[in-house]
T-cell receptor, first 113, second 111 residues
Framework: DAGITQSPRYKITETGRQVTLMCHQTWSHSYMFWYRQDLGHGLRLIYYSAAADITDKGEVPDGYVVSRSKTENFPLTLESATRSQTSVYFC????????????FGEGSRLTVL | SQQGEEDPQALSIQEGENATMNCSYKTSINNLQWYRQNSGRGLVHLILIRSNEREKHSGRLRVTLDTSKKSSSLLITASRAADTASYFCATGNNAGNMLTFGGGTRLMVKP
């Protein structure tokens, strides 16, 4: 199906474990983003990517790693998960630049015990 | 820190009434956008207004932007129960490299 898909939709893990959240888009959009959504904080940008092999930090990058070897994929890795990383993570893409209209995935709800 | 702040945080109205949500921001922007989020779902883009525009319409939506006051409003006319959702404003910074979201307004439209 066309669009932007995230997996897994739900994940429970333990403190210290590595977790990777996947994001795939079929539009060939240049820009891709990872946001986290927490009560009281709205959505905060973690990392974004302007193109394959180009990534940059957002507002809250600490504890996260991203890569973009292919235009369509933008995985987000928590190398050593902490409880403060319990959140809903949203991947988004844009064909209009980093401040253009965003197309969001359905989100990945991560719980770190 | 959030660039945009929505007001009110929550709004409850009857079907058929108009709903107005406001967004204030702190620094200069190149555009302002509004998104809707249904419970448990991703955000959906509604409308984008550029910094040199003052008003924009899309169906039942009307957005205004006052750059002198650093504020925007979203008006939904003749609301429907299906409009029940959270609404977020997002501002694009002048460096052109980041879209920053506010905390959102939760709208409930009662049938």
């Amino acid at each position: 199906d066309a669009g932007i898909t995230q997996s897994p939709r739900y994940k429970i893990t333990e403190t210290g474990r590595q977790v990777t959240l996947m994001c795939h888009q079929t539009w060939s959009h240049s820009y891709m983003f990872w946001y986290r959504q927490d009560l009281g904080h709205g959505l905060r940008l973690i990392y974004y990517s302007a193109a394959a092999d180009i990534t940059d930090k957002g507002e809250v990058p600490d504890g996260y790693v991203v890569s973009r070897s292919k235009t369509e994929n933008f995985p987000l890795t928590l190398e050593s998960a902490t409880r403060s990383q319990t959140s809903v993570y949203f991947c988004a893409s844009s064909g209009q630049g980093s401040t253009g209209e965003l197309f969001f995935g359905e989100g990945s709800r991560l719980t770190v015990l | 820190s959030q660039q945009g702040e929505e007001d009110p945080q929550a709004l409850s109205i009857q079907e058929g009434e108009n709903a107005t949500m406001n967004c204030s921001y702190k620094t200069s922007i190149n555009n302002l956008q509004w998104y809707r989020q249904n419970s448990g779902r991703g955000l959906v883009h509604l409308i984008l207004i550029r910094s040199n525009e003052r008003e924009k319409h899309s169906g039942r939506l009307r957005v205004t932007l006052d750059t002198s006051k650093k504020s925007s409003s979203l008006l939904i006319t003749a609301s429907r129960a299906a409009d029940t959702a959270s609404y977020f404003c997002a501002t694009g910074n002048n460096a052109g490299n980041m879209l920053t979201f506010g905390g959102g307004t939760r709208l409930m439209v009662k049938p």
